[in-house]
């Protein structure tokens, strides 16, 4: 099966950054989208950021964008969050995931149309 393991996570002040990476592996995989998620405690899951590892188009939430960058290196099959200006409200577990499908909604992000998930990996900021 694919392997998502994620990386990166931990506590900073805010202002601060922090960088996830995502690394998929697996047998005869190829990941065309790849994203972030993320979940604080009471709050719904939240589609953060994706990337078609193709093209390279991105997409992110709007409570993020202008902050967060997604990137990708395919020859490692591993994406990137790039954190900046982190805000308490940020805090959450973030997950990556991916599928082997193209991205699919340029405006928006869904978890169901993902197909592999990592274990997550946690962010906290604090003021």
């Known amino acids: 099966q694919v392997q998502l393991v994620e990386a990166g996570g931990g506590s900073v002040q805010a202002g601060g950054s922090l960088r996830l990476s995502c690394a998929a592996s697996g047998y005869t995989y190829r990941s065309n989208c790849m994203g972030w998620f993320r979940q604080a405690p009471g709050k719904a899951r939240e589609g953060v950021a994706k990337?078609?590892?193709?093209?390279?188009?991105?997409y992110y939430a709007d409570s993020v964008k202008g902050r967060f960058t997604i990137s990708q290196d395919n020859a490692k099959n591993t994406v990137y969050l790039q954190m900046n200006s982190l805000k308490p409200e940020d805090t959450a577990m973030y997950y990556c995931?991916?599928?082997?499908?193209?991205?699919?909604?340029?405006?928006?992000?869904?978890?169901?149309?993902?197909?592999?998930w990592g274990q997550g990996t946690q962010v906290t900021v604090s003021s």
């Open positions: 990337i078609s590892t193709g093209g390279g188009a991105t």
């Open positions: 995931a991916a599928t082997g499908r193209l991205c699919v909604g340029a405006y928006q992000m869904s978890g169901a149309d993902f197909t592999y």
